[in-house]
């Protein structure tokens, strides 16, 4: 269900060089001020979102990154594999299940190499309808030295708004928490098209006859193998056509690319000789909604919202951490990422940052107000306007998220470690330990 539009407050990369900088003057925390518009985006009463635009060298770098999402979620493992090993790739998916909707590859940031400039040369090459090996190879050559750029920039955007809201908070907590972190995790993120859900099933099927012929397939296996034969490509995260379930980001900010698009269709050419891994080819296409698809849920106003942010800016979210740091002068956004309706064969690309304070930060609740507690955990609604039948659906969705979302109280208390909440959150929504990937 696609809720109304909000559009990003945009904030120029020269405005923030500006605020961040050490000369940067106490007038600019007067109201009507760039810093005061920040904080009131990212406050309890805004979105808990803002968009950086004009910032050097992301559009060229988003733009390089992106699409190889794509090409590396339609390898097929033993291709992917070394690859990902080469350039120091990890997953937070399980990349053999035939039936995922998402596929994301993860590194380790490192803030010492924030500022210091990769010794590689990102040129503008166009992706195209795949056939080309030596594009291809080339574009994969540049993988790690473009994610790793693309991260380092993101990061300094995070560090450099966390001065700013420092300065209208007072004291340093948002920034030294990052910087005592000491890493940052990116991660390039793929959601599948119904195509490419396609591709990928067909080679785990050939692969598995081929392994079956070979004599390398156990009875286990082959059962396995049957199941996943007749899984239906229907979107298996809920009813209401989610690619990423309703949750919050638990670190201090999330700095996300403006998401690309490709229409995709069923090609049977190898992406190099002597493989069995088939590809789409694809091209860019525009947002069938003219926005990004990132849908946010606001329990002041009972409301769902769609994010609309300007072409190839960089946008910075609020995290829970930042919420109970900033003692809810910044607000943790409650969102999903939902599929274009009826648009079967366009998948969604983006790189995010996730930027956190260190494992053994330790959250106070004290002169945390308590209002915010008793809203963030109040039942959710859904705005009550339209036909009967639109309420129904509004409804509907709003029982979801109540069955999915844990309460912040339910896995906050007070003098506990960034470790220990960040496990519970993540054991709460995903089951298992809560332990997060070292890649």
């Given at each position: 269900?696609e809720g ?8 120029h990369?020269?405005d923030l060089?500006?605020l961040s900088?050490?000369?940067?003057s106490s007038?600019i925390q007067r109201?009507?001020?760039?810093s ?5 985006n990212?406050g309890p009463d805004?979105?808990g979102l803002?968009?950086?635009?004009g910032?050097p060298?992301?559009s060229?770098l988003r733009r390089?990154l992106?699409?190889?999402a794509q090409?590396?979620?339609l390898?097929n ?11 120091n ?7 053999k299940n035939?039936n995922r909707?998402v596929s ?5 940031l490192?803030?010492e190499?924030?500022?210091?400039r990769?010794?590689?040369w ?19 050559k540049?993988l ?7 991260g380092?920039?993101?990061?300094d955007?995070?560090l450099r708004l966390?001065q700013i809201?420092d300065?209208?908070?007072?004291g340093?907590e948002?920034q030294?928490?990052?910087l005592?972190?000491?890493?940052a995790k990116?991660r390039?993120?793929h959601y ?9 099933r067909?080679?785990?099927k050939?692969?598995g006859?081929?392994?079956a ?9 082959q059962s396995?193998?049957k ?9 298996q995260?809920n ?11 638990y670190?201090i ?6 998401p690309?698009f490709?229409?995709?269709s ?9 493989t069995?891994?088939p590809?789409?080819s694809?091209q ?11 849908q946010i849920f606001d329990p002041k106003?009972?409301q769902?919202f769609?994010?609309k942010?300007p072409?190839e800016?960089l ?11 900033s ?15 009826k648009?079967?064969n366009l ?7 996730f930027?956190q304070p260190?494992w053994?930060?330790?959250?106070s609740?004290?002169?945390?107000p308590?209002?915010l507690l ?8 859904v705005?009550t306007?339209?036909t ?10 709003s029982h979801?998220i109540q069955k999915?979302v844990p309460?912040?109280l339910?896995r906050?208390k007070?003098?506990m ?6 496990r519970?959150?993540?054991k ?9 990937s070292?890649?």
């Amino acid at each position: 269900m696609e809720g109304e539009v909000v559009e990003l407050y945009e904030l120029h990369y020269s405005d923030l060089m500006q605020l961040s900088s050490e000369k940067a003057s106490s007038e600019i925390q007067r109201p009507g001020s760039i810093s005061t518009n920040v904080m009131e985006n990212l406050g309890p009463d805004g979105p808990g979102l803002i968009a950086v635009t004009g910032v050097p060298e992301a559009s060229n770098l988003r733009r390089n990154l992106l699409p190889l999402a794509q090409k590396l979620a339609l390898l097929n493992n033993e291709d992917r594999k070394p690859l990902l090993k080469e350039h120091n790739l990890g997953s937070d998916v399980p990349l053999k299940n035939p039936n995922r909707n998402v596929s994301s590859f993860s590194m380790q940031l490192n803030y010492e190499q924030c500022h210091e400039r990769s010794d590689c040369w990102v040129d503008d090459v166009e992706f195209g309808n795949g056939d080309d090996e030596e594009v291809d190879q080339d574009q994969f050559k540049k993988l790690g030295c473009t994610f790793k750029e693309l991260g380092y920039c993101m990061m300094d955007i995070g560090l450099r708004l966390a001065q700013i809201c420092d300065k209208v908070i007072g004291g340093q907590e948002l920034q030294q928490s990052l910087l005592e972190s000491g890493t940052a995790k990116g991660r390039l993120i793929h959601y599948h098209s119904a195509v490419d859900n396609d591709i990928v099933r067909e080679a785990a099927k050939r692969n598995g006859q081929a392994k079956a012929r070979n004599g390398k397939v156990n009875k286990n296996e082959q059962s396995s193998l049957k199941q996943r034969e007749i899984v239906s490509s229907k979107d298996q995260s809920n009813d209401y056509g989610l690619w990423q379930q309703w949750h919050y980001d638990y670190g201090i900010f999330t700095v996300l690319t403006d998401p690309m698009f490709l229409l995709s269709s069923h090609q049977e050419t190898p992406t190099a000789v002597g493989t069995d891994s088939p590809i789409s080819s694809e091209q860019e296409f525009p947002s069938p909604g003219g926005h990004t698809y990132l849908q946010i849920f606001d329990p002041k106003k009972n409301q769902v919202f769609m994010v609309k942010a300007p072409s190839e800016s960089l946008i910075l979210q609020v995290g829970e951490a930042a919420d109970i740091l900033s003692k809810g002068k910044l607000r943790a956004t409650l969102h999903c990422v939902c599929r274009p309706p009826k648009v079967e064969n366009l998948s969604r690309e983006t790189f995010v940052v996730f930027l956190q304070p260190a494992w053994s930060k330790q959250f106070s609740l004290l002169d945390y107000p308590l209002a915010l507690l008793a809203l963030s955990d109040q039942k959710y609604g859904v705005c009550t306007k339209g036909t009967e039948k639109s309420r129904q659906v509004q409804e509907e969705l709003s029982h979801e998220i109540q069955k999915i979302v844990p309460p912040l109280l339910s896995r906050l208390k007070d003098g506990m470690t960034f470790a220990e909440f960040s496990r519970g959150t993540t054991k709460q929504y995903y089951g298992g330990k809560g332990l997060q990937s070292n890649k």
